[in-house]
Nanobody
Framework: QVQLVESGGGSVQAGGSLTLSCAAS???????MAWFRQAPGKEREGVAV????????RYADSVKGRFAISQDNAKRTIFLQMNSLQPEDTGMYYC??????????????????WGQGTQVTVSS
């Protein structure tokens, strides 16, 4: 059974930084992996995507220039470096993994496998 396990969430003040990690029990069969977030009462939104073979990345406009997604193939792990965090970045952050398709890669429907999430709280 495929498992995605997130870690690295926590509480920080505005302007601070956090790095999230997502370890996959299987990795090489995935085409793309991504980070999503969901604030209370809001829909889950795509934050960043990385394509496993090319390492090509894509970001939501709201995090461009502040967040960076990366991967460590040997460890079957992806990361999300989050800088200049703001209160609006607060939410549960989820790791997702998926396969080739035509769906917008920042849409939750583009992914089959999901982690349980890690909470990020940014205070002003």
């Amino acid at each position: 059974q495929v498992q995605l396990v997130e870690s690295g969430g926590g509480s920080v003040q505005a302007g601070g930084s956090l790095t999230l990690s997502c370890a996959a029990s299987t990795y090489t069969t995935y085409y793309k992996m991504a980070w999503f977030r969901q604030a209370p009462g809001k829909e889950r939104e795509g934050v960043a995507v990385i394509y496993i073979r090319s390492s090509t990345t894509r970001y939501a406009d709201s995090v461009k220039g502040r967040f960076a997604i990366s991967q460590d193939n040997a460890k079957r792990t992806i990361f999300l470096q989050m800088n200049s965090l703001q209160p609006e970045d607060t939410g549960m952050y989820y790791c997702a993994a998926g396969f080739p398709g035509l769906t917008n890669p920042l849409s939750p429907s583009a992914y089959r496998d999901w982690g349980q999430g890690t909470q990020v709280t940014v205070s002003s």
